[in-house]
């Protein structure tokens, strides 16, 4: 009896930890947002939330004491397809800082993305030129709309196959920003469906050669508690496998990065700038209060 329940007990906790999917991605259960030292020591700023309620998440970042009123410090998005940006309570409530406050950040760091890539923003005698190894044309570093990224705010509601393109989009900007800072992508359990979906995306965004139940594998060899019946569930997840054949046909066709005409890339850059030259891209003012991501 005694075996049992330390086998229990080593299994429970074996659900608490968070996992490392790359070098500078995490993945767990909700509960790695109360483990501070883990937090600071492998230097997290950008939080990503899957399928859980803004409305409830919102309020319980205010209750954990590494983010209450530090928001600046971190940037928090998170996918609720539930979400209704319009039934937000004015007010102050926590619900609508959260958001705000969020879709400001995220703001600063696409701001800042931006203006790391300016060099092949659009100028006098614009070509499509192939960048060198220290420099990405950020319109091969990213699938979708950026000028829709800036404006949507942190909470996605897409169910369709695009939440994946903006998800490793959003993951590509962060990291471009600050490399050297980490990710923490969470659920309510870490072993959920949903939670599991958007790792394999970020697996086959990097090898579109690997088939989707390959990546579930290795997901699943790096959280063991990953229950080995959702291996059957994916097979329905047609938004992920519509994902994974836009990034076969893309890597199939090639890239040149030269598929956005120098009038529409003016366009945003003309949005998204307006606001004028922005500080350095590790310190920016959001609303009233710094925001840090060093």
């Not at 803004?54 to 928090?76: Q, S």
């Not at 060899?221 to 047609?238: A, E, F, K």
């Amino acid at each position: 009896m005694m075996a049992d329940n330390a086998y229990y007990l080593a299994h429970s906790l074996e659900q608490l930890k968070p996992q490392r999917l790359s070098g500078n991605i995490f993945f767990g259960p909700l509960n790695t947002l109360t483990q501070r030292q883990f937090i600071e020591s492998e230097n997290i700023k950008l939080f990503i939330g899957v399928g859980l309620s803004t409305r409830r998440l919102a309020p319980i970042l205010n209750e954990i004491p590494l983010f209450a009123g530090k928001l600046n410090d971190y940037l928090v998005l998170n996918f609720d397809s539930e979400f209704n940006p319009e039934s937000i309570v004015t007010g102050g409530s926590a619900v609508e800082e959260y958001h705000c406050q969020n879709s400001r950040v995220l703001k600063v760091v696409i701001e800042s993305f931006w203006r790391r890539n300016e060099e092949f923003s659009v100028q006098e005698g614009y070509r499509c030129l192939t960048p060198g190894p220290d420099m990405n044309d950020f319109t091969q570093m990213i699938d979708g709309d950026i000028e829709s990224y800036y404006n949507s705010g942190n909470v996605v509601t897409d169910s369709s196959s695009l939440k994946f393109v903006l998800f490793n989009d959003l993951i590509t900007i962060f990291k471009r920003v600050n490399p050297t800072a980490k990710i923490l992508v969470f659920s309510q359990n870490g072993n959920d469906l949903d939670l599991v979906t958007f790792l394999i995306s970020v697996v086959l965004k990097e090898k579109p050669s690997v088939k989707v139940m390959e990546a579930y594998q290795f997901i699943k060899s790096v959280r063991p508690t990953i229950d080995d019946s959702l291996g059957n569930i994916l097979h329905g997840c047609t938004a992920l496998y519509e994902f994974h054949q836009h990034l076969l046909t893309k890597e199939q066709q090639g890239y040149t990065g030269c598929n956005q005409t120098p009038q529409v890339l003016r366009k945003r850059n003309d949005l998204i700038l307006q606001a004028g030259t922005p500080e350095p891209a590790d310190e920016r003012i959001a609303g009233s209060k710094r925001v840090r991501f060093d």
